[in-house]
C-alpha cells in the first residue's frame, strides 16, 4: 500500500518544477509592456531568464540527492530549488526544450527584434491625424472621403492630447471651413469634431477662436440649416463652446443666438434637436440670460406639453413633459420676473394636477424603461413648483413698484393684467439675484436621472 502511494509523490517536484519554470516564463512575459522604451531589453532579458532556468535545472539534475527533504522558505525562489533538487533531471531537460521552443538565443533574440522594428513602423495617431486632415485640405477627394475622414478625427479628439494638437497639425481652419460645405453630413460631422474637441477643453475653444474669430456665428448658421443631423450637431458644438465661456455666451446673445434656440426647443419637428435646444436652454438659464431674451410665445409653448397629461393620460409623451419642466425649473430659479408670468399662464395648477397623475403611474413605467422614472419625475414637478412659488412671492414683495399699473391697482380686467405681464416679461428677461437654485434630484444640474443621462448622451 505504502509503495503505491509514494509513486505518484515522486512526480510532485517534477510536476512543481516544471509548473514554476512556466509560471516565470508567462508572468515574465505578460508584464511585458510593449509601449516602453525599454521594451526591447525586458523582452532579451526575460528569454535569458528562460534560459538561466533551463541551465539551472541541467546544473541541478547532476547533482540530484535521492531521499527526501524540506523546503528551505515559503518564497517562490525556495520552491523552485527544491523543486529542481528532487526532481527527475530528464523531465526537467524535456521542460526546459518544450519552453525553448527549440530555438537559440539568438533566433529568439532575433524574432523579438523583427517584432519591435514592425511596431516601430506602425503610424502613431499623430500620423493618422496628420493624414486625415490632407485628406480635409485634398480638393480631389470626395465629400465621402472628407466624411470618413472627419469620423476618424473626431474620434481621434476625444483624449485631450490629441485634441491639443489639432492647432499643432493645421487641424483646425480645415475643420472649419468644412462647416461650409455644400454636403449636410460633412456639416454636421465638422461641427460634431469640433464640438468633441473643445468639450471642456479651454485651450481648444481659445485656439478654435483664434483661428476664427466668428466660429459662434458659423456654428449658430447650422440652427437654420435644412439637415435635422446639421441642426442637431449645431446645438451640440455650440454647447460645447458656451457652457464655460462666458465671451462667447455674450457673443451669442448679441448675435440673436436665443432666438433660433427657443424656436428648436418647442418645435416637435425634430425631438433630437428639441431635446437639445431645451437642455442648452435650461444650461444657459442657470448662467443668467440676458434682459429681453424670452418672448411669451416661447414661454407659453413650454407649458403645452406639460398640460397635456391633465386632459388625458393616453400617448402622453412623458420625455416631453419631463425636458420642459427641467427647463420652467431652470427659467423660474434664475428669474422672478418669468416665474411671475408663468404663475399667470397656470403654472402652479398644472404642476399640482401633474402630482396625482404621476404618484398613480409609480410603478407602472415599461418593462424595459426606468423602473424608477415617474418617481425621479414627480421629484422634478415638485421642486419646479416650489421655485416658480418661492420666485413669484418675491416677485410680489420686492417688485410691486415695478409692476405695471393694472396689476397695482388690482385690475378687474383679465386682459389688462396679461397683457401687463406678457409686456413685462419681455423687458425683463435677465437674472434675478437672490432666488435659490430649486431643488433636484440629480446633483449638479437639476435633472432626474433620465434628464441627466439624456444631456450626457447629447452628442450621439
Known sequence: MLQKLRAPLQCV???????????VFVAGSSAVNLSDTNSENRLLDLADGVDLAAAAARQAAGSVAPGGGKVQGKDLESMLHWAIEHSDPE???EAAGSAQDDKTQEQRAAELQAVIAAMRQAPTEADIMKQE????TDDQKTD????????LLRELVRPIDNANDLKVLGGLPPIIGALGSSSS?????????LGTAASNNPRVQKDVHQSCADIIQRLMQLLDASSALAVQQ????????????AAARAQFYSLGGLAPLQRLAVDPASAAAQSRAVNLLADLAGLGLPEKSLTPAFLAALLEPVQQPLTSTKDVDWAAVERNVLLIQALVSSSSEVAAYLQTKGLSEMLDGLKPVLAASIGKEPTDGDQTYFEHLLELVKATGGASGQAAQRRGTDSTAGQPAAAQEGSSDPDDATAASQQEVLQLGGPTTGIPAASSTSPGNGRTEAGAKQAAHDEL
Request: charged fraction near 25%; proline fraction near 2%; charge should be positive.
Open 91 to 93: 523531465k526537467l531537460r
Open 133 to 136: 486632415i490632407a485628406t480635409l
Open 13 to 23: 517536484p517534477d510536476i512543481l518544477a516544471i509548473a514554476l519554470i512556466t509560471f
Open 144 to 151: 465621402s472621403d472628407k466624411l470618413s475622414a472627419l469620423q
Open 234 to 245: 449645431g446645438i451640440f458644438a455650440l454647447g460645447c463652446f458656451l457652457r464655460n465661456d
Open 185 to 193: 453630413d460633412v456639416k454636421a460631422e465638422a461641427a460634431r469634431v
